[in-house]
Every structure is written in structure tokens, then in C-alpha cells.
């Protein structure tokens, strides 16, 4: 049951509220922005220019992995042989969603979150994705200067499904994994979080997705 407390002051959907928690970590496409379009737009052109289509069902069935992560995982399920290397196709990828970047919007139930909890309990981003994409992208939004940190693929070995990103972010933050709340919209990311010990939030009931 939610306390009087909480009810008066957090304007959003009580589903998303946090509980007995020590800090708050989000992860970025898909939670706290709606990119999606976005990010299917840039990748399936830029894999349509070395000859690959790319479905958007398949396409929004892997959101929770990195473009790298994607990208491989559609060649090995496909055996394709490309013209160029992966990260020529991220690095274009990058380049024709930066394009669109400041057409990005946040998510208002998840702004409320964030706006809320702010300067209250430590939050980070916890993403897949690219740190200078987030961070472009970030500076059109009212997010900025909200995070204490933000851990991308970069900064960690594995990606989601391992909890390494989660992990990490907890560490910056000098929480116990346990005490930490993550807001996911993807299963690999809902994934991620439980194999970190972490409460995991299924954002997408509240996001359109």
C-alpha cells in the first residue's frame, strides 16, 4: 500500500513509484525517451545501404541489445556476409539517428519520475546504448543535469542480458545492487536487472509500447 506521503506528492502512475529503495536507474531508449522510431529508422537504413533489410518486428524485439550486438546477432541468424565492418555500420547508424536527435522526445511518466525523485535519492542512466548518442540527445531534453552518472555499452565487458551495465551503475552510486530500483523497457533489460539482484520496474504498460 502506498503511503499518504508518496500519494500527495508524486504526479504520476502509482504502478512506477519506487518503494524502500536507495536509488534509481533508468534505462535510456525506450524508458526515459521515446526513440524507437528513431533508432529503427536509422538502422534499417543504414544496413539497407550494404544490401540487408531489416523488419521492424525483429527490429523491436531486440531493443534491449546495443547496435553492435544487433547488428552480429543478425548475421549470425541470417549468415550474412557484409561489404564493410560492424562498427562502419553503427557509425553511420550514429550518424543518421544524431540527424533526427532533437525530434527525440521524453517520456512524461517517466520525466515525472525523474523530475520528482531528483535531489530526493541518486539516479543514473544505465543504457545499451552509445554515451555520445545519449548525451547528444540528452541536451535537447529536460534530463540534463539530472543523473549523477550514465553507463553505457562502453563501459562494460558484456551488454544486457548481463547485469554488468546495472552493476556498474550501482557502483558509481555506492548502492548495494539490492537496494537499487531499475525502470527497463526491454527483456533483456528486465533480464538484466534481476540477474544484478535488483527491483525491476516493466516500464512499457505506461509508455505506449
Given at each position: 500500500?502506498?503511503s499518504?506521503?508518496?500519494?500527495?506528492?508524486?504526479?504520476?502512475?502509482?504502478?512506477?513509484?519506487?518503494?524502500?529503495t536507495?536509488?534509481?536507474?533508468?534505462?535510456?531508449?525506450?524508458?526515459?525517451?521515446?526513440?524507437?522510431?528513431?533508432?529503427y529508422?536509422?538502422?534499417?537504413?543504414?544496413?539497407?545501404?550494404?544490401?540487408?533489410?531489416?523488419?521492424?518486428?525483429?527490429?523491436?524485439?531486440?531493443?534491449?541489445?546495443?547496435?553492435?550486438?544487433?547488428?552480429?546477432?543478425?548475421?549470425?541468424?541470417?549468415?550474412?556476409?557484409?561489404?564493410?565492418?560492424?562498427?562502419?555500420?553503427v557509425?553511420?547508424?550514429?550518424?543518421?539517428?544524431?540527424?533526427?536527435?532533437?525530434?527525440?522526445?521524453?517520456?512524461?511518466?517517466?520525466?515525472?519520475?525523474?523530475?520528482?525523485?531528483?535531489?530526493?535519492?541518486?539516479?543514473?542512466?544505465?543504457?545499451?546504448?552509445?554515451?555520445?548518442?545519449?548525451?547528444?540527445?540528452?541536451?535537447?531534453?529536460?534530463?540534463?543535469?539530472?543523473?549523477?552518472?550514465?553507463?553505457?555499452?562502453?563501459?562494460?565487458?558484456?551488454?544486457?542480458?548481463?547485469?554488468?551495465?546495472?552493476?556498474?551503475?550501482?557502483?558509481?552510486?555506492?548502492?548495494?545492487?539490492?537496494?537499487?530500483?531499475?525502470?527497463e523497457?526491454s527483456?533483456?533489460?528486465?533480464?538484466?536487472?534481476?540477474?544484478?539482484?535488483?527491483?525491476?520496474?516493466?516500464?512499457?504498460?505506461?509508455?505506449?509500447?
Amino acid at each position: 500500500m502506498h503511503s499518504r506521503r508518496k500519494k500527495a506528492i508524486i504526479p504520476v502512475l502509482s504502478q512506477l513509484v519506487p518503494h524502500d529503495t536507495d536509488c534509481l536507474l533508468f534505462d535510456w531508449d525506450g524508458t526515459l525517451v521515446d526513440s524507437q522510431s528513431a533508432n529503427y529508422r536509422a538502422m534499417a537504413t543504414a544496413l539497407s545501404q550494404v544490401g540487408v533489410e531489416l523488419e521492424e518486428s525483429w527490429f523491436g524485439a531486440r531493443t534491449g541489445l546495443s547496435s553492435a550486438e544487433m547488428i552480429n546477432a543478425l548475421i549470425r541468424e541470417r549468415s550474412l556476409t557484409l561489404p564493410v565492418t560492424v562498427q562502419e555500420i553503427v557509425t553511420h547508424r550514429d550518424e543518421l539517428f544524431l540527424e533526427e536527435a532533437h525530434r527525440v522526445q521524453a517520456q512524461p511518466a517517466l520525466l515525472d519520475i525523474v523530475n520528482t525523485w531528483y535531489g530526493r535519492l541518486p539516479m543514473a542512466v544505465a543504457s545499451g546504448g552509445s554515451r555520445s548518442i545519449i548525451l547528444e540527445t540528452m541536451r535537447h531534453l529536460p534530463y540534463a543535469s539530472r543523473f549523477t552518472t550514465v553507463v553505457t555499452r562502453e563501459d562494460v565487458k558484456r551488454g544486457k542480458p548481463a547485469p554488468d551495465i546495472f552493476l556498474l551503475a550501482a557502483h558509481r552510486l555506492g548502492a548495494v545492487p539490492e537496494r537499487c530500483t531499475v525502470y527497463e523497457d526491454s527483456d533483456e533489460g528486465i533480464v538484466a536487472a534481476a540477474a544484478a539482484g535488483m527491483t525491476v520496474i516493466d516500464v512499457r504498460p505506461y509508455t505506449g509500447r
